[in-house]
């Protein structure tokens, strides 16, 4: 009864926290969307990921799931986590499994308990996520570590062999810094979801070569690791893409607030006829020449730079601050919007759902 509340009630939080108060872009998420939803019945699905933040999992999984899926404690992971991590005393050993999160000791090696009953979940058409690292990365996501033989066990002794499907992200190392006790927002995680990965030519070797089951363990293990090295490489350049496109396009804060200026309805305030003065050509009095300007062309004043002027005669400083603050804001959030269009997974989700009557 408690994981039937806990899961759907956390998952939530966790989908609005990712996509409401951060960021997320996804690539390939309808590889996901069959995974989940057009494997064969009983088909077990493994999914495999990069370690970056202590959070990733359940932050970056609920983020590409829709609530509509949350709500449902049996369609959700398990999930391998430390027992002195997660099960340090009787409360977070409480909380870990009610959340579907298995314990598993560090040193006791591929054949322990933890292990065997992920292998029965699995055995029950279930889904089991694991990073193949093993361990969260120590820099930021900078580099990352080799997957493990466990990941192999798991995958090999299953009694159907799972669908295995492989995702890199990055971003999470901005949410949640090493060292950070409370998660951040604002920030943006970029997500490369995978094809799945098979390993049927690694299971025929086994019976024709007699190769040791520890050997196809590892065979398998490194077939992952790879797949996530190539996903990893794809996730960092499109990271790259993605600031230099955000710093090429960035502008000073002088630039922004005349961008401001430029754009209010002045008239909705009184103040057109002013800055009319300043900008239409038509208001100089009768009979003025041009030859002053000509003559001293340093004195000579933009109409842009005669609307800024008009502003600061008109209004004082806390009040040229207040325009200049709730204009940023808003091109701020409306850039936000727009990108937000993007890969979005709640989005891709309900066309998904739209598109076959669901």
Known sequence: MLQTVAVPLIGNACHVFMNGFNRVQVYGLEKLHDALLNRPKNKPLVTVSNHVASVDDPFVIASLLPPKFLLDARNLRWTLCATDRCFKNPVTSAFSRSVKVLPISRGEGIYQQGMDIAISKLNNGGWVHIFPEGSRSRDGGKTMGSAKRGIGRLILDADTLPMVVPFVHTGMQDIMPVGA????????????????????????????????????????????????YDLKAQVDRVYIEQQSMMSHNAKTPSDRAAEIFHRVDWDSFGMGAQFSEESSPSSKPIGQSDDRIVRSPKRRVSPEGGVSLKIKKL???????????????????????????VGRPLKAWREYFMNRGL
């Open 181 to 228: 006790s409370v998660p951040r927002i604002g920030k943006t995680v970029t997500v490369i979801i995978g094809d799945p990965i098979h390993f049927n030519d690694i299971l025929s070797t086994e019976g024709a070569q007699h190769v040791s089951r520890k050997h196809l363990y590892d065979a398998v293990s490194s077939r992952i690791g790879q797949r996530l």
């Open 315 to 341: 209004m004082d400083s806390t009040e040229m601050m207040g325009f200049a603050a709730r204009g940023l804001l808003m091109n701020e959030y409306k850039s936000r919007v727009e990108s937000a269009n």
